[in-house]
């Protein structure tokens, strides 16, 4: 995953891991069973907690 001219790169694998993740954070650690992404000049793919104690997980940490 990386940041390009047109944007947020990411390969067909690591969406498809991405999409993992999310559906297991959703299913056992109140996450919510959606993704929000936020454009600009370095786009961010968060998933939200459903309960207002828990932090967000911000799916593109490691975007270069």
Do not use: S, V, W
């Not at 790169?9 to 993740?21: D, G, P, S, V, W």
């Not at 786009?43 to 939200?48: S, V």
């Amino acid at each position: 995953m990386k940041y390009t001219e047109y944007g947020l790169k990411i390969t067909l694998e690591e969406l498809r891991q991405l999409l993992e993740r999310a559906e297991n954070e959703a299913q056992f650690h109140n996450m919510e069973n959606c993704l929000y992404i936020k454009g600009g000049d370095r786009p961010e793919i968060r998933q939200y907690c459903c309960y207002a104690e828990c932090n967000a997980i911000n799916h593109t940490y490691l975007a270069r």
